[in-house]
């Protein structure tokens, strides 16, 4: 909105500021900052007092879980206010990226929102049905696709070599939509302790702010030999918006949780990390750097395939982070070192900027 009341007189003055992309990624942080902390202590009691017993907590899960109970659920609708009033503050409302990352944003929020108050309504750990939910993740991906891919090329570029790509046509339409419902589901799936997930997507959305930013400028793109996407820049301040919303949940979800992110917000977040990905055509870069959240996602899917075939489980408990758990790792302890992983993956994936 500044943008374009920016755009309107010309830039003049102190409005010229607004032109610059990275001021703008700056105040998005802030604004999505001050405004989470501002609204986390009256959200907080809303929820409290809304949903009574709060989220259930699962009777086979970590022994340790069961003083949790009482914790309210659905705290991602904090991140996704503070996130959505700070985009349509700095955005350049005009670029097709920021309403198809919207899109994902608030559509997977929403899926996720139902999938949590099906859960506190019912006071069970189920929710909606996975069928159901990833139809409904499908159809939003499917129309955020439509309107990246309407920008760019349907090319996918291989990290680590310069000018590399695969070609999929129309395949990608089906690929970009994965990338996000997995992305979605992956962050999901980590978000089991405290700060746990909300760390890591505060890391990767850094990452992703100076790769979209890169990408968006066709000198830095053309000297890294990076893909440039014109327009991808604006993405940079849609990543500075995520990283200030989740700093403002983490001072209130940080050990002992006074709110959990819920599906509303795991969902939201990894589809938004999804979207920014394949609109920076650096969709394989995110599974590097997003690596946990990968690894997360996949002891799930291995220790499901692994008791159907044989009876017997390969982790203690499945997503992983229980596993380490079961092995007597306290909780602050397995949220810091994977912190540190996330950390690690994500100058690799930095990396790949340059080594080529």
């Keep these: 909105m500044l943008y374009l009341i920016a755009e309107y007189f010309h830039f003049e003055g102190l409005a010229n500021l607004i032109r610059y992309q990275t001021f703008r990624a700056g105040a998005a942080l802030?604004?999505?900052?001050?405004?989470?902390?501002?609204?986390?202590?009256?959200?907080?009691?809303?929820?409290?007092?809304?949903?009574?017993?709060?989220?259930?907590i699962r009777e086979d899960g970590p022994q340790t879980?069961?003083?949790?109970?009482?914790?309210?659920?659905?705290?991602?609708?904090?991140?996704?206010?503070?996130?959505?009033?700070?985009?349509?503050?700095?955005?350049?409302?005009?670029?097709?990226?920021?309403?198809?990352?919207?899109?994902?944003?608030?559509?997977?929020?929403?899926?996720?929102?139902?999938?949590?108050?099906?859960?506190?309504?019912?006071?069970?750990?189920?929710?909606?049905?996975?069928?159901?939910?990833?139809?409904?993740?499908?159809?939003?991906?499917?129309?955020a696709a439509w309107l990246i891919v309407s920008q760019i090329n349907t090319n996918l570029y291989v990290p680590f070599l310069?000018?590399?790509?695969?070609?999929?046509?129309?395949?990608?339409?089906?690929f970009a939509a994965i990338v996000m419902v997995g992305a979605g589901n992956a962050v999901n799936l980590t978000d089991g302790l405290d700060g746990l997930a909300t760390m890591p997507v505060v890391i990767a959305a850094g990452t992703f702010a100076i790769i979209?930013?890169?990408?968006?400028?066709?000198?830095?793109?053309?000297?890294?030999?990076?893909?440039?996407?014109?327009?991808?820049?604006?993405?940079?301040?849609?990543?500075?918006?995520?990283?200030?919303?989740?700093?403002?949940?983490?001072?209130?979800?940080?050990?002992p949780a006074a709110v959990f992110m819920g599906d509303t917000g795991s969902l939201a977040l990894g589809g938004a990390l999804g979207a920014i990905a394949v609109a920076a055509h650096h969709e394989i870069v995110l599974a590097i750097v997003g690596g946990l959240f990968v690894m997360e996602a996949v002891s799930v899917i291995v220790q499901v395939f692994w008791y159907k075939r044989t009876g017997r489980r390969i982790f203690r408990m499945?997503?992983?982070?229980?596993?380490?758990?079961?092995?007597?790792?306290?909780?602050?302890?397995?949220?810091?070192?994977?912190?540190?992983?996330?950390?690690?993956?994500?100058?690799?994936?930095?990396?790949?900027?340059?080594?080529?």
């Excluded at 097709?96 to 929102?113: K, R, S």
């Excluded at 695969?166 to 089906?174: A, E, R, T």
């Design 30 to 56: 802030m604004t999505a900052l001050i405004i989470g902390l501002w609204i986390g202590p009256r959200f907080i009691n809303m929820l409290r007092v809304r949903q009574g017993k709060g989220q259930p």
């Design 65 to 143: 879980h069961l003083a949790k109970r009482g914790t309210p659920t659905m705290g991602g609708l904090m991140i996704l206010i503070a996130l959505v009033l700070s985009m349509l503050v700095w955005m350049d409302l005009t670029n097709p990226f920021v309403w198809a990352c919207l899109a994902v944003t608030t559509g997977f929020g929403v899926i996720g929102f139902l999938d949590d108050y099906d859960k506190v309504k019912k006071r069970s750990t189920a929710g909606i049905s996975s069928r159901a939910r990833l139809l409904a993740e499908f159809t939003v991906a499917g129309i």
């Design 162 to 174: 310069s000018g590399r790509y695969i070609p999929m046509g129309p395949l990608y339409y089906v």
């Design 212 to 255: 979209a930013y890169l990408a968006g400028r066709a000198d830095f793109a053309h000297y890294l030999g990076i893909p440039h996407v014109p327009g991808a820049g604006e993405l940079a301040i849609l990543c500075a918006g995520i990283m200030g919303a989740c700093l403002a949940f983490l001072w209130f979800n940080a050990p």
């Design 318 to 356: 499945a997503p992983i982070h229980h596993h380490f758990e079961q092995l007597g790792w306290k909780e602050s302890t397995v949220v810091i070192r994977f912190w540190i992983v996330s950390i690690v993956l994500a100058l690799i994936g930095l990396s790949t900027l340059k080594i080529r």
